[in-house]
């Protein structure tokens, strides 16, 4: 078992910045992508970004790329989300996920937390 918590949401203008975090426990990471998703009202969630724990590669979705940076702190075990120039359409509640090197599909998620941007 993962247990992931997130923090860091909050309400900010557009053109803004907000760091996400991602505690993890539970689990020794090594062999674990964690990944962030987003889900806006009444749309499907959608992928945002991962990183391969073990060697710090990284994917972006198209929307957020050059904006958004993933990383991961080992010594807190702790994967962020810096999120720059936001926009009105990156509002959603984001989370946090996390799956094995061998398996598809993303099966410890966390609880969530609420990013809003205002325009």
């Known amino acids: 078992q993962v247990q992931l918590v997130e923090s860091g949401g909050g309400l900010v203008q557009a053109g803004g910045s907000l760091r996400l975090s991602c505690a993890a426990s539970g689990r020794t990471l090594s062999r674990y992508r964690i990944g962030w998703f987003r889900q806006a009202p009444g749309k499907e969630r959608e992928f945002v970004a991962d990183?391969?724990?073990?060697?710090?590669?990284?994917s972006y979705a198209d929307p957020v790329k050059g904006r958004f940076t993933i990383s991961r702190d080992a010594a807190k075990n702790t994967v962020y989300l810096q999120m720059n120039s936001l926009k009105p359409d990156d509002t959603a509640v984001y989370s946090c996920?996390?799956?094995?090197?061998?398996?598809?599909?993303?099966?410890?998620w966390g609880q969530g937390t609420q990013v809003t941007v205002s325009s």
């Open positions: 996920a996390a799956r094995t090197l061998f398996t598809p599909q993303y099966n410890y």
């Open positions: 990183i391969k724990w073990s060697d710090d590669s990284t």
